[in-house]
């Protein structure tokens, strides 16, 4: 896709366009949690900006989906797959133990109140789970061949979960998805982004742009399992500057904070009734 120059908002509809690119910076109904902090104050009024010039300096334009070969290594995470598989094997033997994700990441709460969305992080927002990473030693050693990696972790759809239409936080980021179980291939088990039905399929990468409308869904009996991980959007200067800039600050804010809070919390409980389980008798 061609890069173009012309960045025009439209105060009318809330869209800022780039050539023939547009992303909705708020998605109606689903509203963001509040928090009235200074630094969250500071941190969201240049987010928008920042997003305009994320949109005017991608190096590789702003399509929903992604063409797979614009990223060389996703090939190198698809061959992968087999290692991962098995280890998320091992993790869903515990899998009613995992948290939802709203439980991590409060702000989820807004499209996703139930225990149907769990997840398993490795690394959040730039913050390594150190035993998660223990427990699945060959993921980990595959999701370091993505440049600027963020987040990484197993998303698990269990039967009858639907996220509803919504966008991600910011637009400085990619989003990929490899396929890590997919029950079945149907109309019954897709995401769409902006206008795009997108299917998994195992062992293969789903590379697209979360600042875009986008919804998912399992209308299936079974459980859909996806490796999830956000990587730092590719821009030009001064793109790239701002965006390392709020990528290094994001972290100190509420958002993050008890995101990670939570997850602490959560591994801890996690690891020591595992323990528990080891330590008793005949085990």
């Not at 969250?40 to 900006?49: A, D, L, P």
């Not at 637009?171 to 998994?200: F, T, Y």
Request: charged letters at 25%.
């Amino acid at each position: 896709m061609i890069v173009t120059d012309r960045t025009l908002k439209d105060s009318a509809s809330g869209q800022l366009q780039t050539g023939n690119a547009d992303q909705t910076f708020e998605t109606a109904g689903i509203a963001p949690m509040d928090r009235p902090s200074r630094i969250t104050r500071f941190f969201m009024s240049i987010v928008s900006w920042a997003e305009g010039l994320n949109l005017k300096y991608a190096k590789f334009g702003n399509p929903p989906v992604y063409d797979n070969a614009t990223f060389p290594w996703s090939s190198e995470i698809e061959k992968a797959w087999p290692e991962i598989r098995t280890e998320l094997d091992r993790v869903l033997l515990r899998q009613s133990e995992l948290p939802a994700f709203q439980e991590i990441s409060t702000d989820v709460k807004t499209i996703s109140t139930d225990k149907n969305w769990k997840t398993f992080f490795l690394i959040g927002f730039g913050v390594k789970s150190e035993q998660n990473i223990q427990a699945c030693p060959k993921t980990w050693a595959a999701v370091q061949k993505i440049p600027n990696l963020k987040t990484a972790m197993f998303s698990i759809f269990e039967p009858g979960k639907h996220l509803p239409p919504h966008r991600g936080p910011y637009n400085g980021v990619l989003r990929l998805h490899v396929g890590m179980i997919v029950p079945e291939q149907s109309d019954r088990l897709a995401i769409r982004v902006k206008d795009q039905i997108c299917h998994w399929h195992e062992g293969k990468a789903l590379i697209f742009d979360d600042a875009y409308e986008h919804e998912a869904w399992n209308h299936t009996d079974k459980t859909r399992v996806v490796l999830f991980v956000d990587f730092v959007k590719p821009t030009r200067f001064p793109a790239n500057f701002v965006n390392w800039m709020l990528m290094n600050l994001a972290v100190f804010t509420p958002f993050i904070r008890e995101g990670l809070d939570n997850h602490k919390e959560w591994e801890k409980r996690f690891y020591a009734e595992a323990e528990k389980l080891r330590n008793q008798p005949g085990r």
